[in-house]
């Protein structure tokens, strides 16, 4: 992040902004609705999958250098904002298990309440004053923090699920109205609130996204590949493909913050 960019100085103009996060919304809505007309629902999410994955990339760089992402975060916001109820609203115990159909009333309501969540969280992004904390940004601090959280939350949850595997999922896991709330999704959502503290792009704010943004990326990591089963299960946490989101995704995270930290990190002031 460009440390010094003036907080004032936006890639495009708030109304702009909220006909983006919307196009996103409606893209996401028409898409999804098609690809689960086919019957491939263990596939349907890969496409946000992707984008999510992309969108973390452009944060991560974000965080170093500052890049007039504005409009592309606004889109993948908007996408997210109706992936998350689509990953959420499903059965998730062991004997009820059932994939909501993507023209079900209910996901539509859900969908459409986060599309407004999402649209107020950038208002409140917007009219919020941020009070002057630091005199300069230490990006060892910052780098560290984006590889050493992500991997202590996967071990976590990882170590936390071998030692109360033997209790039944109802009384592990949260529900809400009988759908299983997963991290991952967590993580998405932060990942929403990450996009609007990016876009004011205000050097003070560079230590929150990093913290927000190393928190959703751990718990995005471990449960990238088993929210893409297509049966969500407990003996589907433990398995290879499961495993492969965090073998794989924790080295792609070291790279990438070393790659950004040794190339374009440099001590800036943040005020003159």
């Not at 991997?151 to 009384?171: C, G, K």
């Not at 990438?256 to 440099?266: D, I, N």
């Amino acid at each position: 992040m460009d440390l010094n960019a003036s907080k004032t100085d936006r890639s495009s103009s708030p109304q702009i902004e909220y006909v983006l996060i919307v196009f996103g919304w409606l893209a996401s809505r028409i898409g999804l609705s098609i690809i689960r007309d086919y019957h491939i629902c263990g596939l349907a999410v890969l496409p946000a999958i992707l984008i999510l994955l992309y969108n973390l990339f452009v944060l991560i760089k974000t965080t170093y250098r500052e890049q007039p992402t504005n409009r592309k975060l606004c889109v993948i916001s908007g996408l997210l904002s109706d992936a998350i109820p689509y990953w959420t609203l499903r059965y998730g115990s062991e004997s009820r298990y059932e994939i909501m159909s993507a023209w079900d009333g209910r996901l539509w309501v859900v969908s459409f309440i986060f599309l407004v969540v999402v649209c107020g969280l950038w208002w409140i992004t917007r009219n919020t004053q941020v009070p002057r904390l630091f005199n300069s940004i230490r990006y060892g601090i910052i780098s560290t923090m984006l590889i050493s959280v992500p991997i202590l939350i996967v071990a976590f949850f990882r170590i936390t699920y071998l030692m109360i595997r033997h209790l039944p999922n109802e009384e592990r896991s949260v529900f809400l109205f009988g759908s299983e709330i997963h991290h991952a999704y967590i993580g998405a959502l932060g990942i929403i609130i990450c996009n609007a503290i990016a876009s004011r792009r205000d050097p003070n704010l560079v230590y929150s996204l990093s913290l927000v943004l190393s928190i959703s990326m751990g718990v995005i990591i471990d449960q990238l590949t088993y929210i893409m089963i297509l049966h969500v299960t407990d003996a589907a946490y433990s398995s290879t493909l499961s495993w492969l989101g965090p073998i794989v995704g924790v080295p792609l995270i070291i790279l990438t913050v070393c790659w950004f930290h040794f190339h374009t990190a440099r001590p800036s002031r943040v005020h003159n």
